[in-house]
């Protein structure tokens, strides 16, 4: 069951003040009886992320790699992102608004669960760069920090994108279907591409499957998201840098204490697998506690929503634990290393 937190008074990094309703769902153990899992949404998910809708619902359920019967599986909607229900609760001047200031907020919701220690934080592509932001504002707060086909700031080519994306939304008579089609484009990878269509043409159209395929998935977005919340979530995608862009971003991240699982895809077009290995050989020099793994995949960036074979090997290591509960039902967790 989805459910709201209201900050009457939340003063962005631009100093202005906004009435938030912040919209999240707890899945598996109740809080308080089990260690607790993070999961953060990419750029047009939201906080269904198990059950039969859940968009990973192939690695978050009872008995799966992330076990809701150990853990309580907490997952909150970006603000903003008008999966709440509520149109009215689109941000006003977006642009006022960062990564940072989602960070807080997730800090916050955090405070009024009663949650002071997260056994693991786990997102994909904007949902991963939440995680880095969440753990340089709380460096002690994640045990587990698992970022996945991400990276600790947004490189020039990522800053590109969101700019070609940003003139389509604000100019295109058809904003959030031509959005996007442009994005499909590198999401996926011209390998994936060919071996999903092999310029084969639709039957009742004529048109090539690739192009009724594009417009598809424009239709689709359509359907269920709004302009203003894509405008939003494009923009936070141009804010990842865990140092504010005070220092390099990577010495920003090794005052964080918890353990690093770096997950990078090795045909990602988007943020590239170079860039994130480049981030684990700085942090390394300095920090024995990180790991990198990389999906094999033809599919690019989106392999993070198809490979779930491969992700679950990689995921599963990190959440195999034996847990044993006291009398007041509170856990108390063993880790097996």
Request: hydrophobic letters at 40%.
């Amino acid at each position: 069951m989805l459910q709201e937190i209201i900050f009457p008074h939340f003063q962005n990094s631009a100093g202005s003040f906004q009435e938030i309703r912040v919209f999240y769902r707890i899945f598996g153990r109740e809080t308080g009886t089990a260690p607790v899992v993070l999961v953060n949404h990419a750029l047009t998910g939201n906080a269904d992320v198990s059950g039969e809708t859940g968009w990973w619902k192939e690695l978050i359920g009872p008995e799966k790699c992330v076990d809701t019967n150990k853990f309580t599986v907490l997952a909150i909607n970006v603000p903003g992102n008008g999966a709440g229900g509520e149109k009215r609760q689109l941000l006003h001047n977006y642009s006022e608004f960062n990564l940072d200031d989602v960070a807080r907020l997730f800090s916050l919701v955090l405070e009024k669960l009663n949650i002071d220690k997260l056994f693991a934080a786990i997102g994909g592509s904007i949902g991963g760069a939440l995680v880095w932001h969440l753990a340089a504002l709380k460096p002690n707060l994640i045990e587990n920090l698992v970022p996945i086909a991400t990276d600790l700031k947004a490189t020039d080519w990522v800053l590109g994108q969101c700019k070609v994306q940003d003139q389509i939304l604000n100019n295109s008579a058809d904003p959030i279907h031509d959005a996007r089609m442009h994005a499909m484009t590198f999401y996926r990878t011209p390998a994936s591409f060919s071996e999903k269509f092999r310029r084969k043409k639709n039957e009742e159209n004529a048109q090539f499957e690739v192009a009724n395929w594009l417009s598809y998935h424009g239709r689709k977005l359509e359907e269920r998201y709004e302009l203003a919340s894509y405008k939003l979530m494009n923009h936070l995608l141009t804010t990842i840098d865990i140092s504010g862009g005070r220092e390099k971003p990577s010495a920003a991240a090794k005052a964080i204490s918890g353990n690093i699982h770096l997950v990078g895809i090795d045909s990602d077009l988007f943020f590239l697998p170079q860039e994130i290995r480049e981030t684990y050989r700085e942090l390394s020099e300095e920090k024995k506690n990180i790991q990198y793994h990389e999906i094999k995949s033809i599919h690019g960036h989106d392999a993070f929503l198809i490979e779930y074979e491969q992700l679950s090997q990689i995921l599963t290591p990190i959440f195999k634990q034996n847990v044993t509960h006291n009398e007041e039902n509170k856990y108390s967790p063993v880790w097996n290393r």
